[in-house]
């Protein structure tokens, strides 16, 4: 069993930075895909950044060129960073991991919140 932390949410004013961690309870190394989610009031979870085992990386439209997802091996942990934020960046931001013999939808961490002021 897989376990996913969260960390590093928080409330910025547009234009500000921050840097999310998901931290794995196992080796980073063994999963297919990690990936950033979010999901703000009234809407459903949306595909943010995804990073396969080999490390190639893929971004929704809305983050290109300002999020940026990372991992370190070493201490099992994926990152997000997070620049030039947008008032519409509002959500709660969830880990995900798909891995082999693992659930469908891959493990999931409880997210964190990240609140971005106008």
């Known amino acids: 069993q897989v376990q996913l932390a969260e960390s590093g949410g928080g409330l910025v004013q547009a234009g500000g930075s921050l840097r999310l961690s998901c931290a794995a309870s196992?080796?980073?190394?063994?999963?297919?895909?990690t990936g950033w989610y979010r999901q703000a009031p009234g809407k459903q979870r949306e595909s943010v950044a995804h990073?396969?085992?080999?490390?190639?990386?893929s971004y929704a439209d809305s983050v290109k060129g300002r999020f940026t997802i990372s991992r370190d091996n070493a201490k099992n942990t994926v990152y997000l960073q997070m620049n030039s934020l947008k008032p519409e960046d509002t959500a709660v931001y969830y880990c995900?991991?798909?891995?082999?013999?693992?659930?469908?939808?891959?493990?999931w961490g409880q997210g964190t919140q990240v609140t971005v002021s106008s």
């Open positions: 995900n991991a798909l891995s082999w013999g693992g659930p469908r939808e891959g493990y």
């Open positions: 990073m396969s085992s080999g490390g190639s990386t």
């Open positions: 196992g080796s980073i190394r063994s999963f297919i895909t």
